[in-house]
């Protein structure tokens, strides 16, 4: 069995968590899973208006029990007031996923299936996704990502605070995602270390939107307010490894009682002064902080404006450790140098007597002997060039004339130098802020052609109007150290005509703008196959396949008739 992660299901927290408002804790009373230890005022069950979720039954699943004969359970990471989480398989898409699961008459069942479907419909890749939304068999279950290459920021703050520049991507990127939520009506108000993850690639993603305040039945009159305070706890945290209440929770220790919240900077030296004054005004909601006179912060959006407002931090650079001198040995007199005994007194060695170079061949006879050695070189070095030219030429004749010199065989039917590229991640890419099917992302590298991501249907085409769609995307990560010379995508619809093109771009955002990135090729088709060669190959970790044209099919159960595409399968070679 795989080795334990919780990457991507919410593990209850363990006693000690101060609630960052007070409706907040009106709301929630947080215990532990089933084998740990529960703090101080835990023991109480989460109430809401409809019941107490103590009275619903447990549920009695176990591992490898199948929901909708198609997501087998696998471990069980949380067990708390009714419901459960687990880690589980997609067997149809071969992949590990998170469920969440509840009885269809526990209390808060129809707010969590309906949490679950308000999430999957924002489709921002900064959040976890939500896959499925359920009721069947008396039971809700909701199935999201499940991201094993991350890390929560729990983890993360335990191996010590982060950098300035570490700490302002965090509140960066989490209050612009939590602004984005907000204006589509969707709140968080459970953000906490256990629910930030950060990925290999630096990028920071936010589990559980609106689902785990719907699993514990919290609710506040002001929701902006409590998660903008909440990432103003992240920050803090980020910044000093302390947790900004009294009370300690998620691995960090609280501020000492009475002393009440105190800036950052004041907290641990070296603590970069913007950010420290930045995560007072996100705490701090009912005026003006105590060292500075700008406004407190009490929207995410106000949040991340304040961010873009900061001068930017960069990154560390990286540390320089020059190699160790080469020893030098002297050399003296025809006599090496030796490092002089203690106790004794060294002498120069005696200078060599001059030995006259000898004579060069002035004679007759060495003038010959110069000549024939001359004319031997000559006449060997053409034999050599013209031995190599024939060589080379009866290579490239057997050669079949299909191959270029880049593309030989290795006499096993594999290509010289282009080898399949294993995609890392991916995500949809929509700079226009308006998604298509982002949970239909994975389907083009599933390895199952019968699977597919689909575009939207379109009224104009083939070529988008740039003023209503200018295109629609997919973004890829291939790994570091890669340059890509192929990319292959399987498309659904033929017809007149698909246009793609191939950009490198710098993370794996889906709204980094595309005067950004280089191009790298383009190509038009109307067959089911679109092939782009990049003819200079140059490293390029994440890529955006970018589609202006799309030909007309008919409608489907998917969608209207019009101008769309699907696409099946994408390979990259490199």
Same mark, same amino acid.
């Given at each position: ?231 103003? *706890? @992240? &920050?803090? =945290? /980020? $910044? ?6 009294? #009370? %300690? ?125 001359? *004319? @031997? &070189?000559? =006449? /060997? $070095? ?6 190599? #030219? %024939? ?129 790298? =090729? ?53």
């Amino acid at each position: 069995m795989a080795e334990r992660s919780t990457a991507a299901v919410d593990v209850a927290d363990s006693g000690g968590e101060e609630p960052l408002t007070a409706e907040a804790g009106k709301a929630t009373a947080d215990g532990a899973g089933t084998k740990q230890k529960v703090g101080k005022g835990t023991e109480a069950a989460v109430t809401d208006d409809t019941g107490t979720a103590a009275e619903a039954n447990p549920l009695e699943l176990h591992s490898g029990h199948k929901l909708a004969r198609r997501y087998r359970l696998e471990e069980c990471v949380t067990r708390l007031d009714g419901f459960s989480s687990w880690r589980a398989v997609d067997e149809k898409l071969r992949r590990a996923v998170g469920v969440h699961v509840v009885p269809a008459d526990h209390p808060r069942a129809r707010s969590v299936l309906a949490a679950a479907r308000s999430a999957a419909l924002l489709g921002d890749p900064r959040f976890v996704q939500v896959l499925d939304a359920v009721e069947e068999n008396d039971l809700v279950y909701v199935v999201h990502e499940w991201l094993p290459d991350a890390t929560e920021l729990t983890a993360v703050l335990a191996a010590g605070p982060l950098e300035p520049h570490d700490a302002y991507q965090l509140v960066s990127q989490v209050s612009q995602a939590m602004a984005a939520a907000h204006r589509e009506g969707l709140a968080h108000l459970r953000l906490n270390p256990g629910s930030v993850l950060r990925t290999e690639s630096g990028q920071y993603r936010i589990r559980g939107l609106a689902v785990m305040a719907a699993l514990r039945g919290i609710s506040v009159d002001h929701p902006q307010r409590t998660d903008t305070e909440a990432i103003g *706890a @992240l &920050l803090y =945290a /980020a $910044l000093t490894q302390r947790w900004p209440y009294e #009370a %300690d929770a998620y691995g960090l220790s609280g501020l000492p009682k009475g002393v009440g919240l105190i800036a950052p900077d004041q907290v641990r030296a070296g603590v970069h002064r913007g950010l420290s004054e930045l995560a007072m005004r996100a705490l701090v909601n009912d005026g003006a902080t105590a060292s500075r006179q700008d406004q407190p912060c009490t929207t995410p959006e106000e949040l991340a404006k304040a961010v873009a407002a900061m001068p930017r931090i960069r990154p560390p650079e990286p540390a320089f450790t020059p190699s160790p001198a080469y020893p030098r040995t002297t050399y003296q007199q025809g006599v090496y140098g030796q490092q002089p005994h203690r106790g004794r007194t060294t002498h120069p060695a005696p200078p060599a007597a001059s030995v006259p170079p000898p004579p060069p061949l002035q004679s007759r006879t060495g003038k010959a002997l110069k000549w024939t050695v001359s *004319a @031997l &070189l000559i =006449a /060997a $070095l053409g034999l050599g060039s013209w031995q190599l #030219a %024939d060589t080379l030429l009866k290579e490239e004749n057997k050669s079949s004339p299909g191959k270029s010199t880049s593309e030989k065989d290795d006499g096993k039917g594999a290509k010289v130098g282009s080898k399949p590229m294993k995609i890392q991640g991916a995500a949809e890419y929509y700079p226009d802020g308006n998604p298509q099917h982002t949970n239909q992302v994975p389907l083009t590298y599933d390895d199952d052609p019968d699977t597919v991501w689909r575009s939207k249907s379109y009224d104009e085409g083939p070529d988008l109007n740039p003023a209503f769609k200018k295109g629609v995307g997919l973004v890829y990560d291939l790994g570091a150290g890669h340059k890509p010379k192929t990319a292959t995508l399987g498309l659904k619809y033929g017809g007149d005509h698909t246009t793609v093109s191939l950009y490198a771009a710098d993370s794996l955002s889906s709204s980094a703008p595309l005067s950004s990135m280089r191009k790298l =090729a383009t190509t038009t088709t109307s067959g089911t196959t679109a092939k782009l060669t990049v003819n200079r190959p140059e490293s390029a970790r994440y890529v955006v396949l970018w589609m202006t044209a799309m030909p007309q099919a008919p409608g489907d159960t998917y969608s209207d008739p019009g101008y769309k595409q699907a696409i099946t399968e994408v390979k990259f070679t490199g």
